[in-house]
Structures are given as C-alpha cells and as structure tokens.
C-alpha cells in the first residue's frame, strides 16, 4: 500500500491551472472524483467551464485567485493512501447508484415542471409555429430539417415532432435526478446543455437517431439512385461527453 503523499496547497493550485484535473489526479494516483474532493476539502478553485478550450486559442480568462487556508493545517495537502488506491467505483456517489431509490424513470404521466424544460417547451412550440414550407432546404436535408430545436440559450434537444412530448419528459426526469445528487444544470448561450458534476463539467444532448434511406428517381428511361439521406427513427438517444 502506498504511503501519505503531501504537497503545498499553493503548488497543487498551480498544476491545476496548468494542467487538466484528469492528468493531475493521474500523477497522484487517484480518481477524478477523489482529486474533486480534495479540492473541496481544502480549498482550491479549479478551471470552471469551458477554460481549456479557451487557452488553446489564446482567450482563457485569469486564474481564479487561491484564498487563504481557513486553518494553518490546511497548508499542505495530505492525499491518504486509502484515497491514492481507490477508484471511481469506490466512491459513495458510485455506490449509490445501485440502490433502486435511486434509479431514474420517466412516467408517461411526468409533469414539466423545472425551469430549463418549460423554457423548452415554449421554445419548441414558437419555433414550429415560425417554420414555413417556404424556406429552402437541400434535398439531402430534408429528413433532418424534420427535427425540432429548441434554439439558443435553450436545453440540447433535436427530436421530430412526434417525439417532442418524450424528450422533454426525459430532460425533466433527468435534471431532476442530477440536482437531487447536489449536483447542477445550465444552459449555455449558444444551447449547450452543461452538467457539472464534483466540479466536472459535462455536455449532453438529447438527439433522434437517424437513418439512411436510398431513394430512386426515374429519369427518362435509367433509372438513379440518389445519394442516402438520413431519414428520423422516432428513437432518441442521450449523448455526453465531458467538457475540457
């Protein structure tokens, strides 16, 4: 078993702002989840959203200034040798998930009731009221522009029309459960759906599968086959992936 490793608040605040927390909690030998809670235990701010993207093309804001210890033994951070060895399935937030309370279901009958998913709903009724048959849309297109958005500064959904109703049951259900564990949702300006989670941030999006399907034109006495346009499924599919 490995034995205590200690190193100054101040030098772990620095590797944090020059590293990405993932390769930081490698080189102590710990999770993510551990290398959350040490910095909750002691103190020190991390990059918030979208920080690495930023300083990969020169605009990240200034590091968020480290504040004093709130006691002199909080100077030196102490990785225990329990934390250095465990994993992500170790932690309490894992484990939880395997007690039934704590599954997410979404009931046909769920009531639309948080902040994000009503703003939604009302995005996606106007937006379909402004389409027009008028608006150009490339052939190829034509399924895809079926699928419904909400817009910016809204949830991450584009589902067609019949599964409308599904979608935002799901994202109800789903944000409910995330923010019942203390964790948080947001919306960016540009419609991005953020979930950070023990100072992680997480992109999702609620997406319609789609399929391709080969179309025949008759022109004349041959016969064409059209490129493959992707065609809904009526199937949705939530993706994520974390944010760096």
């Known amino acids: 078993m490995r034995q205590e490793t200690t190193v100054p608040r101040e030098q772990l605040y620095r590797e944090l702002w020059t590293e990405p927390a993932q390769v930081v909690a490698k080189r102590y030998g710990i999770s993510d989840v551990g ?10 701010p991390k990059p918030g959203l979208g920080y690495w993207a930023q300083r990969q093309h020169g605009k990240a804001p200034d590091p968020e200034p ?9 100077e030196t951070v102490v990785f225990q040798a329990g934390e250095q060895t465990g994993t992500n ?25 948080h902040a994000l998913v009503t703003a939604a709903d009302v995005a ?25 958005r909400p817009g910016c500064e809204c949830l991450d959904i584009a589902v067609s029309k019949p599964l409308i109703p599904r979608a935002l049951r799901i994202m109800q259900a789903l944000i409910a459960a995330v923010e019942r564990r ?10 991005k759906t953020i979930i950070r989670v023990l100072d992680e ?6 997406n319609e599968r789609l399929k391709q399907v080969q179309v025949k034109h008759t022109y004349g006495t041959g016969v064409d086959l059209a490129p493959w346009p992707s065609s809904p499924q009526n199937r949705s599919r939530l993706q994520q992936r974390r944010r760096s």
């Open 35 to 44: 290398l959350a809670k040490v910095c909750r235990r002691y103190g020190i």
């Open 124 to 148: 996606l009724r106007r937006r379909r009221g402004e389409k027009s048959g008028n608006q150009p849309v490339r052939w190829n297109d034509r399924y895809r522009a079926q699928l419904s």
């Open 182 to 191: 203390g964790y948080s949702v947001s919306v960016t300006p540009k419609g």
């Open 201 to 206: 941030d997480f992109q999702i999006a609620l």
């Open 66 to 74: 480290l504040p004093p210890a709130q006691e002199p033994a909080l």
């Open 89 to 113: 399935a170790d932690a309490p937030e894992y484990r939880r998930e395997k007690d039934p309370e704590w599954r997410i279901e979404v009931p046909a009958d769920l009531k639309l009731s």
